[in-house]
């Protein structure tokens, strides 16, 4: 007969009940315990509870179930036998029995299989163990993120000793590919926890044209709950031996950075022996001071002009032509702003020791602000910079430019906003002799500016409304002409252009809202569109007034959809003097296409660029990555991947072709393990 109970929480008065799983829950939770089985009895000498035929326990969302459930009171002993389970909402423990002791806090589960559902986490072994509070012991034993009797990977071990929230010691470890052994590691350790631990990291394994045969290994290290750091060490086998270190800090005030260098004794380049010590540093920081001082640092050194080229691994690393270090300090009061600058620039493409740099740059500035009540408004901006060469000119320069501004409504429709500056500019200190000089100029510039906008509501059978804006401006700029060519030449500030120019433009948009019935209503901007010229009234230009065509356009007909264009046209000669033009079709599935064209004939570039990614095909994903030079009619840069993904695993093989070198790359993924090998080269020590 079955036998319906609603036990009380006093019924198993302290248990911690088995294993792995959190199941000491039951009896704590203060909700009551429902028991039900086909035969229930108390045998009151012994002290001892017996549950037969098909019993289940349930307390919340905890479920045991058995054919036999035993509780002795006396001895703490609890026992639970024939299909045994013990469910929750975020695992679950099976075993044919299952043994444990609420006063020594110790069991075992024979024939145990245990289910983490967050990382899909299997757990098997012919005996689960718990030794102690946190320690537990699995022989004979697998543990994949797999599914399936036969899943797709897996880890044996004849010993896997766990301590919660420490590490996994494997004995014996044996990788299957499905139920083929591919490799056996006879001690095998790794964090238990989701806690950082410290430890050796998965070595990477590669080849490349320039680097040859590669092996990357890397420690990592938990300094505190706030600091940790990575060690490397690389083995190239065309190139010699590498070291790096990377140092990861958070501290109080919002003060978080890193710290990186990297050293590598170059022995061969090409095949040619070199014998060179190259190493890289860089650091990023960005915190607060005691007293509100704003800290920022970006930067990085390299010794050798050839780092990059050889170690970088993506467009826009291994060709940069320059490295440049910044570090400030600054401190706002509300609308004044006090910044102190130090910029070092390493060129890369030559040893020029003539490049200037700014040691320190020095500026105060004060923010656009209003005159009393009137109309009118005033700001201020300085700046003190030491211009510094190891063997080219040198100097100290002041610049101090006071504004006053207006702002009009004329018939509340068009916005007039004059504005006049004036410019100071102080040098000293000239490294070629020459004396102390300065020069003022005045610079006036008004802008009016209208606005005006339709609204029509469910605007192509959409629900929400769309607004029509168009906004003309016209500007005019006048810079009288001033010789300055006694001045000193830092950079463009020494050299203020004389201007009398009339610039006009006129934007368009498309704005969309978006309504809800349960929900905020959400707007995309459909279309930017926005046409600009300037008409040169200087002498200079009697003959060509009519500057550059400039059509700027960004395109948002779908959330899938991005079009963009930014052309500038030569009205006189009828050619093109810029055209750059992206467009992208991306869905939420990983699908995508994307297309670049860069042309500058006046810089001579004529560049386009294709990406494309495919996951319609799932499992099989593929990209395709196209760089190519049009002037010289030469392929930049190629990538091709493709990826093999299943629910717990992957494998992905790269293929990039590029100026300098050519590489592949075998990368195996397994869920909740990581990558666990390679072939191709990396960007060093995670430059």
């Known amino acids: 007969m079955l036998l319906r109970f609603f036990i009380l929480l006093v019924l198993l008065a302290n248990p911690y009940l088995l294993i792995a799983a959190d199941f000491g829950e ?35 969302d905890l479920t045991v179930h058995s054919q036999i459930l035993k509780w002795n009171q006396i001895s703490g002993e609890i026992e639970a036998v024939g299909d045994v389970g013990l469910i929750s909402p975020d695992e679950e423990l099976f075993g044919s029995s299952a043994y444990y002791n609420l006063q020594t806090g110790t069991g075992i589960v024979n ?9 899909n986490l299997h757990v098997r072994g012919e005996t689960i163990e718990q030794l102690g509070k946190l320690d537990y012991r699995i022989t004979k034993g697998t543990f994949t993120t797999c599914d399936g009797d036969v899943p797709d990977w897996k880890f044996g071990a004849s010993r896997l000793d766990v301590t919660l929230d420490g590490y996994a010691r494997a004995r014996n470890a044996v990788f299957y590919l499905k139920d083929i052994p591919s490799f056996y ?31 990357s290994g890397a420690y990592y ?12 060490f690389d083995y190239l086998s065309e190139m010699g031996l590498g070291k790096g270190l990377e140092y990861r800090y958070v501290f109080g005030q919002g003060n978080a950075g890193e710290a990186r260098a990297y050293h590598i004794d170059v022995d061969k380049i090409d095949g040619d022996k070199i014998n060179e010590q190259r190493y890289a540093l860089e650091w990023q920081h960005d915190g607060y001071l005691p007293g509100g001082v704003r800290m920022v640092a970006d930067m990085m050194y390299v010794n050798d002009d050839q780092y990059f080229e050889d170690f970088g691994n993506v467009a ?24 102190g600058q130090m910029k070092y620039i390493k060129d890369l493409e030559s040893d020029d020791s003539t490049t200037l740099q700014l040691l320190p740059r020095i500026t105060f500035d004060a923010a656009r602000q209003r005159i009393g009540d009137s109309d009118f408004y005033y700001a201020l901006k300085t700046e003190y910079t030491n211009f510094w060469s190891r063997d080219g000119p040198g100097g100290e320069r002041m610049i101090v430019r006071p504004t006053l501004a207006a702002s009009f409504n004329l018939w509340d429709a068009i916005n007039l906003a004059p504005e006049i500056t004036y410019r100071e500019r102080y040098y000293w200190s000239l490294s070629d002799d020459q004396d102390s000089d300065s020069q003022g100029m005045v610079a006036f510039t008004t802008r009016a500016t209208s606005r005006v906008q339709k609204i029509y509501s469910q605007p192509f059978g959409l629900t929400g409304k769309l607004r029509h804006s168009i906004e003309p401006e016209l500007i005019y700029t006048y810079i009288p002409e ?32 978006f309504d809800h019935a349960d929900d905020d209503p959400t707007y995309r901007e459909l279309l930017y569109w926005r046409l600009s010229q300037a008409y040169d009234l200087t002498d200079e230009f009697r003959d060509r007034r009519f500057q550059d065509l400039r059509l700027q356009m960004v395109l948002l007909p779908t959330e899938w959809l991005t079009l963009q264009s930014d052309t500038s046209l030569d009205v006189h000669s009828g050619d093109w003097t810029r055209v750059t033009a992206a467009g992208k079709i991306a869905d939420q599935q990983e699908n995508s296409v994307g297309l670049l064209y860069s042309y500058e004939p006046e810089n001579d ?21 196209q760089r190519y030079d049009l002037n010289i009619d030469k392929q930049l840069e190629q990538v091709i991947g493709v990826e093999y993904r299943q629910k717990c695993w992957g494998v992905e093989l790269t293929y990039r072709d590029r100026k300098y070198d050519r590489s592949v790359m075998l990368t195996f993924n397994m869920r909740g393990i990581g990558s666990v090998g390679g072939i191709g080269g990396s960007s060093l020590g995670g430059f």
């Open 221 to 232: 290290q938990v300094l505190g709950v706030n600091q940790d750091a990575t060690f490397y």
């Open 605 to 625: 570039i004529d560049y386009i660029e294709a990406r494309l990614s495919v996951a319609f095909l799932d499992p099989l994903y593929l990209n395709y990555e």
């Open 185 to 215: 590691l006879p001690y095998m350790i790794y964090p238990a926890t989701k806690k950082r631990k410290s430890g050796l990291l998965m070595p990477r394994i590669g080849y490349s044209d320039m680097r040859g045969y590669q092996y």
């Open 316 to 339: 826009g690393e291994y060709n940069r032509a320059e490295v440049e270090s910044i570090f400030s300090l600054s401190k706002s009061w509300g609308k004044y702003s006090l910044v």
């Open 26 to 60: 039951i009896g704590k939770s203060g909700s009551p315990i429902h028991l039900e089985a086909d035969q229930l009895n108390f045998y009151y000498d012994a002290e001892l509870y017996q549950a037969t035929g098909d019993v289940e326990l349930t307390q919340g």
């Open 111 to 119: 024939n145990g299989h245990f289910y983490l559902y967050g990382p």
């Open 482 to 513: 001033i010789d300055q060519t006694d001045l000193p030449y830092f950079d463009e500030l020494d050299r203020v252009d004389n201007a009398n120019i009339l610039a006009y433009a006129l934007t368009q948009r498309l704005t969309v809202r």
